[in-house]
């Protein structure tokens, strides 16, 4: 079984930067809210990347991975919450 995973565009408040966001449904229910990092105060090797700045259930982590696309996001939450409970 797989879940539908859907994307919303969504400008994010965070210190003027990093505001390109993007909430990730799974099944219409919110799961995480991801940003491009754009600021100036990130290593550019990072700069593009996409940061998972919330996670909810199974998907609130301590250290997120960054991704390089929303739909590589999409992919690690869907993976996230098909994971079995340990």
């Given at each position: ?11 994010v408040l ?5 505001s390109d966001?993007?909430l990730i ?62």
């Open positions: 079984m797989t879940l539908d995973i859907s994307f919303q565009p969504m400008r965070i210190d003027g930067h990093d966001g993007r449904l799974a099944d219409s229910q919110l799961a995480a809210v991801i940003v491009r990092l754009d600021g100036e105060t990130h290593n550019p090797e990072h700069k593009g990347q996409w940061y998972l700045e919330a996670g909810f259930g199974k998907c609130t982590i301590r250290v997120a991975p960054l991704f390089r696309t929303p739909e590589e996001a999409g992919a690690w939450v869907e993976q996230t919450l098909m994971r079995k409970a340990v």
